[in-house]
Antibody, heavy 116, light 107 residues
Framework: QVQLVESGGDLVKPGGSLRLSCAAS????????MSWFRQAPGKGLEWVSYIDIRGSSTNYADSVKGRFTISRDDGKNSLFLQMNSLRVEDTAVYYC?????????WGQGTLVTVSS | EIVMTQSPGTLSMSPGERATLSCRAS??????LAWFQQKAGQAPRLLIY???TRATGIPARFSGSGSGTEFTLIISSLQSEDFAVYYC?????????FGQGTRLDIK
């Protein structure tokens, strides 16, 4: 079955960087757009970014544009999110998801905490 | 940015009852609308996409309707496992935003 497993979440200081990974299995990864979403503690869902097939086109929420970079490695069935210049307000559980409009399934998430 | 507004914020109902959740977009999103269910400590699960198409494995008691700016999710007969938070989400114009969620509680 389709499985998505995120990793890389950690405690980081404001201004720091972190790289999240999402390992995909159970489907032909290279055939699908992929997305990242996030959810701050006790808050609602927020779309972060998506990447198209082959990684030739990407799109970002205004809140992360210029600081975050989405990428993919189809040979390793993996999705990445490079997060730079992290802010306290980036603290959230980050989810990867298959697709970019009809997003399903989502992984279980990885927690990123930005705090001094 | 298109703003999605869900109502009510909280809905308290009993098992077996029919639940109606609403979602309004600040401008037309055509039928580019999805509904998600999220239980505590779990990832969101896609229920409905394209406003009215049930995702794979979603029971028939869940139905979606609407287009343009007004959308509805109906759960025809609530089961114990349906008590959760529900989010609507649009996907149009290369942008994606969610509503703030409706919490469905057991009365």
């Amino acid at each position: 079955q389709v499985q998505l497993v995120e990793s890389g979440g950690d405690l980081v200081k404001p201004g720091g960087s972190l790289r999240l990974s999402c390992a995909a299995s159970g489907f032909t990864f290279s055939d699908f757009y992929m997305s990242w979403f996030r959810q701050a503690p006790g808050k609602g869902l927020e779309w972060v970014s998506y990447i198209d097939i082959r990684g030739s086109s990407t799109n970002y929420a205004d809140s992360v544009k210029g600081r975050f970079t989405i990428s993919r490695d189809d040979g390793k069935n993996s999705l990445f999110l490079q997060m730079n210049s992290l802010r306290v307000e980036d603290t959230a559980v980050y989810y990867c998801a298959k697709g970019h409009t009809m997003t399903s399934p989502w992984g279980q998430g990885t927690l990123v905490t930005v705090s001094s | 940015e298109i703003v999605m507004t869900q109502s009510p914020g909280t809905l308290s109902m009993s098992p077996g009852e029919r639940a109606t959740l609403s979602c309004r977009a600040s401008q037309s999103v055509d039928s580019n609308l999805a509904w998600f269910q999220q239980k505590a400590g779990q990832a969101p699960r896609l229920l409905i996409y394209d406003a009215s198409t049930r995702a794979t494995g979603i029971p028939a008691r869940f139905s979606g309707s609407g287009s343009g700016t007004e959308f509805t999710l109906i759960i025809s007969s609530l089961q114990s496992e349906d008590f959760a938070v529900y989010y609507c989400q649009h996907y149009i114009n290369w942008s994606i935003t969610f509503g703030q969620g409706t919490r469905l509680d057991i009365k």
